[in-house]
């Protein structure tokens, strides 16, 4: 049998979570945008009725809430020019999972559940210019949102009929009155640890957790302690929050995404930043830098073309460099064994270089920098990432299942090859017209056979390997030994 050895990148550290109990936060959404003002059959009450009822659709794409999520009050907002106004009003919720809003059916409210039973005030106030709470509904108790695809409301008022002077706030694009929600959200906490290349902790590190998808530009930033642990407070859960890691001595953790369980805490969020990154003697590596590299560290290679064969395969041309240049990727070949510190180098402005070679079919090659270690995405039909050469700071991302996601993350002054092609299509490198090793990418899987072994030179292993150092899912193993 084979026998692999292999340090985990992300090792499981235990952070205290906190022992209370579930705590909710509380914030308003408003569902559109008030694009007109709205009386009669088109507000969300009609006061020129002595009994009217009105059935209000919002997609959940205009909610902004999410699965557990509970809401708590709504609001219509307008102004009122006549009398102060006052209506009974029967209010009833549902989640919809209609996949049009023809096919959603309010006529048996006894599949709702009645949200509010009684009278409300609709004050005088408020011009066309300055609107102000008109029609607030308090909620009986908090209604649990699951995120389907409409949130359903039927409101039945009674009251006097008078003329239309109550004008409420109207969103055209969506043809439906514009609410204001008062949204209770379940506070979760995100925690784990930060470490550097060398296992060990990093203190003073800043994790960011965010979101651009709301107007609010939601933000959540906690602080490493002296072993490396944080604990974030995240008081609207289950969006996909971006995240980046920061620290003053190391390259900075960008891009990823994450979406976790509504309402629940989740630890072992770890992650690793490099405050060295290692170069070996030659073992071809891709390197970026936003000022001249050291000709003396090894033979710089800048990508010149690339071309295909006729039997399929691909060449990636690459020229010599002797005067290597800042803000260009490069595949090095060091002489001796070499370190870079992210510390070392301003790239506050620093936007390296993207070379692109253009094949006469219209496909295309780029080999991509990066000064952070940081998330590239892909996924179109043909189009793919391959890596000079596998680093433990360079991988494929796996889901839980073990299958390939659309993306990679690419190493801090790293490169990697964006390109247009076939899967388990040969892709050979020549340097100054010598061929020096091919890579082969192929679609990754979870299991541990030989197939998903290559060598130092990107090729796989199809018999029984050697002792020595090989890649497997983007990470160096040491194979110790094997028996037939």
């Known amino acids: 049998m084979m026998k692999i050895t292999a340090k985990t990148i992300l090792p499981l550290f235990l952070c205290a979570m906190p022992a209370n109990a579930q ?28 009994q009217s009822v009105k059935t209000l659709t919002w997609k959940n794409i205009s909610m902004a809430l999410s699965k557990g999520d509970c809401i708590s009050k709504l609001s219509f907002h307008g102004y009122n020019m006549g009398k102060e106004q006052r209506r009974h009003l029967k209010v009833w919720m549902r989640n919809d999972d209609s996949l049009y809003e023809r096919d959603i059916n309010t006529d048996d409210v006894s599949k709702m559940t009645c949200v509010f039973d009684g009278d409300c005030t609709i004050p005088r106030g408020g011009k066309k210019e300055t609107h102000i709470p008109l029609l ?31 004008f409420f706030e109207y969103d055209d694009s969506y043809r439906c009155p514009v609410g204001l929600i008062t949204v209770q959200s379940p506070v979760v906490y995100y925690s784990g640890c930060v470490i550097n ?36 407070r995240i008081e609207r859960g ?23 369980t509504s309402g629940k805490d989740s630890a072992n969020l770890n992650f690793v930043v490099y405050d060295a990154i290692r170069f070996k003697t030659d073992e071809p590596s891709s390197i970026i830098l936003p000022r001249e590299p050291d000709p003396t560290l090894g033979r710089y290679y800048r990508l010149d073309r690339w071309d295909g064969e006729k039997n399929g395969g691909f060449h990636y041309y690459f020229e010599r460099e002797y005067t290597p240049r800042a803000n260009v990727p490069y595949v090095i070949i060091p002489n001796n064994d070499f370190e870079i510190h992210p510390c070392d180098y301003d790239i506050l402005d620093a936007k390296p270089e993207i070379i692109r070679a253009e094949h006469p079919n219209g496909s295309s090659v780029s080999f991509i920098g990066s000064y ?26 796996y889901n839980e299942w073990g299958r390939s996601y659309n993306e990679v993350r690419i190493g801090a002054f790293r490169a990697c090859f964006h390109f247009y092609g076939t899967w388990g299509t040969p892709y050979r490198f020549v340097f100054d017209g010598e061929e020096s090793f091919v890579s082969t990418p192929t679609k990754h899987t979870a299991d541990n056979s030989i197939s998903s072994l290559y060598d130092l030179q990107g090729r796989p292993v199809t018999s029984q390997p050697r002792r020595g150092v090989y890649i497997c899912y983007g990470r160096k193993v040491v194979v110790k030994s094997y028996s037939e």
């Not at 408003?30 to 507000?43: C, P, Q, V």
């Not at 003053?248 to 891009?255: G, P, Q, R, T, V």
Request: a negative charge.
């Open 136 to 166: 607030e509904i308090p909620m009986n108790e908090p209604f649990l949102y699951t995120k389907l695809f409409w949130l359903v409301i039927k409101i039945e008022c009674t009251g006097e009929a008078v003329e239309d002077s109550i």
């Open 197 to 232: 290349q060398d296992y060990q902790p990093v203190a003073h590190a800043r994790v960011k957790f965010y979101s651009d998808f709301y107007p609010d530009k939601l933000e959540y930033i906690a602080e490493t302690n002296e072993q490396g642990n944080f604990i974030a």
């Open 372 to 397: 952070q270690n940081r998330i590239i995405h892909y996924g179109q039909q043909g189009e793919y990432v391959d890596f000079v050469y596998m680093t433990p700071d360079c991988s494929y991302l």
């Open 23 to 50: 705590e909710f936060s509380l914030w308003e959404h408003t569902t559109g945008e008030s694009t007109s003002l709205k009386a009669g059959s088109l507000s969300p009450i009609d006061v020129s009725k002595d």
């Open 238 to 260: 289950n969006i996909f929050y971006r995240y980046e890691v920061k620290s003053n001595s190391c390259a900075e953790y960008l891009d990823g995404i994450i979406g976790l």
